[in-house]
């Protein structure tokens, strides 16, 4: 059965670091890998996607994640934070309709 | 992409009620679906709404607790029926046009029962 395991359910990352957001699936076949991010009191909005090709995806906002089969992991990241950034980050597997959603990885900024 | 919109985007109901939620999108998409976000966890699908026939179940959630309507290929409702307080949570609705690609989310139904 495929799933979506973030390990981290709450990460405090200071303006202007870097931040990495883990994600690990277990998918049977080769999977459809997506990251949303969803603010207060909004609906979850796609960040990137990877489906083939280039294991380096580049997405909206600054954010890349790449792609390691070896190690069933999709992990988000960014160079620098923004006060915006503070969000809920979701990683989701789907292929065919069926798209699973992971716990969520709460991130904060501080000033 | 597609912008989905949903009504009513909060409501507070009394228990042993029921509440009808839209989902409009502003252009035609192949796949609808819900999803219930309850406090601080993920998203779980309740159903894909399938147009002119029957939705398709989850397991766990059933048609008479959560009755939904496809009419066309930009809309569709879901009625969350005989309320109980276990029933508060996020309501998302979302739509694709491809199987294998992503889904666009509406902003969320934020329902609490009392």
């Known amino acids: 059965a495929q799933s979506v395991t973030q390990p981290d359910i709450h990460i405090t990352v200071s303006e202007g670091a870097s931040l990495e957001l883990r994600c690990n699936y277990s998918?049977?076949?080769?999977?459809?890998l997506f990251w949303y991010v969803q603010s207060p009191g909004q609906g979850l909005q796609l960040l990137l996607k990877?489906?083939?090709?280039?294991?380096l995806v580049q997405g909206i906002k600054g954010f890349e994640a790449e792609f390691k089969r070896s190690q069933s992991s999709f992990n988000l990241r960014k160079p620098s934070v923004h006060w915006s950034d503070a969000a809920e980050y979701f990683c989701?597997?789907?292929?065919?309709?069926?798209?699973?959603f992971g716990a969520g990885t709460r991130l904060t900024v501080k000033p | 992409s597609a912008v989905i919109s949903q009504k009513p985007s909060r409501d507070i109901c009394q228990r042993g009620t029921s509440l009808t939620i839209q989902c409009q999108v502003d252009s035609q998409v192949t796949m609808m679906f819900w999803y219930r976000q309850q406090p601080g966890q993920s998203l779980t699908l309740i159903a894909t709404?399938?147009?002119?026939?029957?939705?398709?179940?989850e397991s766990g959630f059933v048609i008479d607790k959560f009755p939904i309507s496809r009419p066309n290929l930009t809309f569709s409702t879901l009625t969350v029926s005989n309320m109980s307080p276990e029933d508060s949570s996020i309501y998302l609705c979302s739509g694709g046009r491809d199987p294998d690609n992503e889904q666009f989310f509406g902003p969320g139904t934020r329902l609490t029962v009392l």
């Open positions: 709404a399938n147009q002119g026939s029957e939705a398709t179940y």
């Open positions: 990877y489906f083939s090709g280039d294991t």
């Open positions: 989701a597997v789907g292929r065919n309709n069926d798209m699973r």
């Open positions: 998918y049977g076949a080769t999977p459809y």
